[in-house]
């Protein structure tokens, strides 16, 4: 076999996993956007620069366990597992965070960016210690 055959034998698993990895993100960005009582999506567009940081670090905090899902999973049906896995987590640092700070799902539509980096890095750390969990 070629070095060319050799390097684009794994391209179906690729791209498998990337579609899987894709659509797994939407489906997280749908619950989310669901669970909180304010449209970020909207907010964005308005430029509100809390929600647009809290939003995106929920997305990285759940990007970067599903990595290393796809990385360390032995097959298909394994990566949705941690990722499942890595969805509820995140959902519970955003509830951690309304536990944490009341008034949260008021300030961040009112634009008080200080609850919006808090949300974005509580979801970003607790991405990464959840990542960093997922050794099996």
Known sequence: MNILQQSISGLPAFIIYLASALALLAVFLFIYIRITPYREIALIRE??????????????????????????????PDMLTWAGIA??????????????????????????????????VLSLATGILNSACMTY
């Open 87 to 120: 969805l509820v987590v995140q959902l519970l640092a955003y509830v951690t965070a309304r536990l944490l700070i009341p008034g949260i799902s008021r300030d961040i539509p009112a634009g008080k960016i200080a609850q919006g980096v808090f949300l974005g």
């Open 47 to 76: 430029g509100n620069i809390a929600a647009a940081i809290s939003l995106s670090g929920a997305m990285i905090g759940f990007t970067i366990p599903l990595s290393k899902a796809i990385a360390q999973s032995a097959n298909l």
